[in-house]
């Protein structure tokens, strides 16, 4: 459950005074951070506490995250000269071991209990570089697309390697699984995903593969490309709330899945929500295995009581 810290009194107690992205590379902080979670809800998993800017921020890019609002840019990524200019920042071998540090620090404290590392795709991160912040139809970015295919190109294979390197380090201290994130990839056409952006995501991909840990694709309103996301080389396919579970197996035929309760429903009268998480629960079945969340992150304002409950009624449930 993505962002579940959030809603915690105990996160926003933790995080007082420290920026968000800043909390990320204090080792001892942003493990806390990702243990609060797993220990209050008694999940069967936790997933790191980091951002996909990180690796961004770490190769020198200007980026801070926003409260309310998210990754803000001081420069845009508009050109093909700023691209080129891009391109001469990457990564130091050092500069992850902050990452490398957490997350050794909380794999030891998880235990058996398995930590989910992850990256943003490179769609996503490059909507941002290229907005210079959040928007709502990544209308810049898919100008740049087709305006300059080949400044565009090296955009993707920029951001491919910055977020591989984000994951490769997270899964070589320690992490058992890692789920690229492409948050908005929804906003392209079947045919632009396909022709313009599946094969960074790939890229980063084959930068992990060889580690052996499960690989989970996701995006927020990919229902049209969910066999593409498969395709790219993951394991395990990511469906946000919008198309139920025995659908989605439908479309990307036997391969585990990740889902699907909309966050929406957290807010709403129990017995609601209990319906509908029975319901994912039921149509989950229509995969060979199904990984139970939710189909994007927790509402900040949501009663942490209500995730407590939601995790004790499921682990309640027969296993099939
Ligand atoms: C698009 C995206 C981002 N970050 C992420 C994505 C991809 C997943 C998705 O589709 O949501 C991924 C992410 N961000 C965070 C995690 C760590 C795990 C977790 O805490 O759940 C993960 C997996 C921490 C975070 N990242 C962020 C928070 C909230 C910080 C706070 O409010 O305290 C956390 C816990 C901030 C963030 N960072 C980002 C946004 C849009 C925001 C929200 C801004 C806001 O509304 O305040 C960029």
Redesign the pocket.
């Known amino acids: ?6 809603s915690l009194p105990e ?2 107690a933790a ?1 007082a005074g420290v920026p ?1 992205l800043e909390s ?1 590379l204090r080792p001892e902080l942003a493990s806390e ?2 243990l609060q ?1 797993v220990r209050r809800h008694r999940v069967d998993a936790g ?7 990180i690796p961004l921020r770490l190769a020198g890019v200007g980026v801070d ?7 803000v840019l001081d420069a845009p990524v508009r050109s093909a000269t700023d691209v080129a200019r891009l391109r001469e920042l990457s990564l130091a071998p050092d500069a992850l071991q902050p990452i490398r540090d957490a997350v050794a620090i909380t794999v030891a404290e998880l235990g058996s209990t398995p930590l989910i590392g ?1 990256a ?1 795709a490179p769609f ?1 991160l490059a909507a ?1 570089l290229v907005e210079g912040g ?1 928007s709502k139809d990544h209308i810049q970015a898919r100008t740049l697309m087709h305006a300059d295919p080949d400044a565009w190109h090296d955009l993707l294979e920029w951001a491919a390697d910055v977020s591989g390197a984000f994951l490769r380090a997270q899964l070589l201290a320690g992490a058992s699984a890692g ?1 690229l ?1 492409d ?2 990839a929804g906003s392209l056409s079947r045919t632009d995903y396909v022709d313009s952006v599946a094969w960074a995501s790939a890229r980063v991909f084959d930068d992990v593969r060889d580690l052996g840990a499960p690989l989970v694709h ?3 309103g990919t229902g049209e490309i969910l066999p593409d996301l498969l395709a790219a080389g993951a394991d395990v396919v990511g469906v946000d709330w919008r198309i139920p579970l025995d659908e989605a197996a439908r479309r990307v035929g036997r391969v585990p899945l990740q889902g699907n309760i909309d966050p929406a429903l957290l807010g709403a009268p129990w017995p609601v929500l209990e319906a509908h998480v029975l319901d994912v629960v039921r149509r989950g079945r229509a995969a060979p295995a199904h990984v139970l969340n939710l189909g ?3 509402p ?1 304002d949501t009663d942490p009581e209500v995730l407590t409950r939601l995790v004790e009624l499921v682990h309640s449930l027969p296993r099939p």
């Open positions: 459950m993505r962002q579940a810290g959030r996160y926003r995080r968000m990320c951070i990702t979670p997933i790191f506490f980091s951002d996909i800017v995250i926003v409260a309310g609002r998210g990754p992850f943003g996503t941002y959040p789920q994130f948050s908005w996701f995006g927020v994007h992150g927790v900040a």
